[in-house]
């Protein structure tokens, strides 16, 4: 059964610094990951799709890594910026399904 | 585009109505699954459908039913409401399957059953 967890559960930085969020799943028999962002009270949005074929995906200030050998995915946010606050999920397909992590909510302080 | 549209954003029903809500994508996905989000449970499959005519069941289908008649549309039923089904419900599409595929998620309805 695949298991994916997000550590720390909460994070909470000054305006600038660089965000470091962790990803780690039980089974390393991926196709992908996907991590994603939800606003309070809102939907989720995609940010990154990265393949199990590809150690590195980026998206402006995004970048996300991906190690299955180790079961884990990092996504990092460069120069965060008080809108960047939001809870980030990651998730891996599991049959027909994915598995979402239960996320980490960060705050960036002004 | 407009993506994966949901309705209704909010609805407050009482136990025992009965209710569908509505999801719709435009980008010709043949895959579409329903989940149901909670806290400290987060997000739990209801059901999925990988394409017009079929649906399978995912990890919490009691009290819930689906159908796919087109490929646009994949609504879910509540065919006797419990407060037990007080949640967020999202509905999300991709091309084909899970594997591979970047899923696109809607809004969210807000229910809550009193």
């Known amino acids: 059964k695949q298991e994916v967890t997000q550590i720390p559960a909460a994070l909470s930085v000054p305006e600038g610094e660089n965000l470091v969020l962790n990803c780690s799943f039980t089974d390393s028999a991926i196709y992908n990951l996907q991590w994603f962002r939800q606003d309070p009270g809102k939907g989720l949005t995609s940010l990154l799709l990265i393949q199990s074929s590809q150690r590195e995906q980026t998206s402006g200030r995004l970048n996300a890594s991906l190690d299955k050998s180790s079961g884990r995915s990092t996504l990092y946010i460069a120069a965060s910026q008080p809108g960047d606050s939001a809870t980030y999920l990651c998730?891996?397909?599991?049959?027909?399904?994915?598995?979402f992590g239960a996320g980490t909510t960060v705050t960036v302080r002004a | 585009n407009a993506g994966v549209t949901q309705t209704p954003k909010f609805q407050v029903l009482k136990t025992g109505q009965s209710m569908t809500l509505q999801c719709a994508q435009d980008?010709?996905?043949?895959?579409m699954s329903w989940y149901r989000q909670d806290p400290g449970m987060g997000l739990r499959l209801i059901h999925y459908?990988?394409?017009?005519?079929?649906?399978d069941q995912g990890e919490v289908p009691n009290g819930y039913n689906v159908s796919r008649s087109t490929t646009e549309d994949f609504p879910l039923r509540l065919l006797s409401a419990a407060p037990s089904q007080t949640s967020v419900y999202f509905c999300?599409?991709?091309?084909?399957?899970?594997?591979?595929?970047?899923?696109?998620f809607g809004p969210g309805t807000r229910l809550t059953v009193t």
């Open positions: 980008m010709n996905h043949e895959y």
């Open positions: 998730a891996v397909p599991n049959d027909y399904k994915l598995s």
């Open positions: 459908s990988v394409g017009a005519g079929i649906t």
């Open positions: 999300a599409s991709s091309p084909t399957g899970t594997s591979g595929n970047e899923q696109y």
